[in-house]
């Protein structure tokens, strides 16, 4: 029972400190805007890529992969 005297306190608190953030964030602005950074993934980037040129060396290949090879038998006594 003597916990309630610590846990009570705290949980006022804390309901208070998630308040003042929130209200900090409606403050500064942070809901204001929400559709744009959600499309802003299906925007082309503003600088175009690279174009491979006559000059550049050519792709260097992967190394083969080596031929798996086939399991040990299993040791007589086993």
Known sequence: MDILYTLIPLSVVLVFAILAALAWAVHAGQFEDLDTEAERIL????RPSAAPS?????????????APQPAA????GQ
């Open 54 to 66: 006559a000059e550049a060396p050519a792709p260097t290949t992967a190394m083969p992969k080596a």
């Open 43 to 46: 925007l082309d980037d503003d």
């Open 73 to 76: 038998p299993p040791a007589a």
